[in-house]
């Protein structure tokens, strides 16, 4: 946690869901007392078919609907792809950009997740740029070096802690049940911090950012207690509500 900071709870349902499980995300939303509510932020990402009513069903509850990508053009002969405006259109509050399924599956390189940041940026929405290493490049001690490359050249220049998320998503803890040890934890955070507070100032020191990978009810607390830890963005374990749920208590104070 970084004190000032707001914490943001943010799920991934990644390719996953149909309307039959748009029940999961109401009853998250119905789920967010007051309490709730006033110690952190609460964001699904569902795909890009059910975000409309999604956003429909949980207007005024607290939880806002996000996508998990977006074009870095607004319109266009683009065959397939989906613009940051029509996402704005449709009630996303925030794009989750530069995945690094986005960047394995679809060769995204850094460049093009500024651009779509930036579509983001423009649209008024939030953007959350995903950064984070292999397990060779981890292996190879180079988990410093990547995640600096990839939140330079990721990250906007008109960035503030009003318009961006950063996640810190080891690519080898993602899906897999591994996660980072608390102290290597720490070190990334802290060192996304010092670069953010270089580049953006006061700006950099109030940007969230999230840890994701494995984050499970089992090992949120212990995970969100980390010093500047200002969330999650939550893969498998978004999916269905009581486990949603279970991760954010371990923000209630
Ligand atoms: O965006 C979410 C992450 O890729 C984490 O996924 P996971 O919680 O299933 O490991």
Not at 88 to 101: K, L, N, P, R, W
């Amino acid at each position: 946690m970084t004190p000032d900071i707001k914490p943001l709870v943010a799920g991934n349902w990644k390719m996953n869901g149909t309307r039959d499980w748009l029940s999961e995300i109401t009853t998250v939303a119905g789920s967010l007392d007051a309490d709730l509510r006033e110690t952190m932020d609460t964001l699904i990402c569902p795909p890009a078919t059910l975000i409309y009513l999604a956003a429909a069903a949980v207007q005024d509850t607290g939880l806002t609907i996000g996508a998990q990508d977006c074009h870095m053009a607004q319109s266009g002969a683009h065959t397939g792809d989906i613009s940051a405006a029509m996402l704005a259109d449709a009630a996303a509050t925030h794009v989750i950009v530069g995945h690094s399924e986005r960047r394995t599956d679809h060769g995204e390189t850094s460049d093009t997740v500024k651009q779509k940041a930036e579509a983001v940026h423009e649209q008024g929405l939030i953007a959350i740029v995903c950064v984070g290493e292999t397990k060779q490049e981890r292996d190879e001690g180079r988990t410093l070096d990547v995640i600096k490359d990839q939140l330079a050249h990721s990250v906007p220049d008109n960035s503030t802690s009003a318009n961006t998320v950063i996640a810190y998503e080891p690519v080898w803890a993602i899906g897999t049940g591994v996660t980072p040890t608390v102290s290597d934890v720490e070190e990334a955070h802290a060192f996304m911090r010092r670069l953010l507070e270089d580049r953006f100032a006061g700006e950099g020191a109030l940007m969230k950012l999230l840890y994701g990978g494995s984050v499970k009810p089992s090992n949120a607390s212990e995970l969100m207690a980390v010093r500047n830890v200002d969330g999650a963005l939550v893969g498998g374990a978004s999916l269905k509500a009581a486990d949603f749920l279970a991760i954010c208590e371990s923000y209630r104070s």
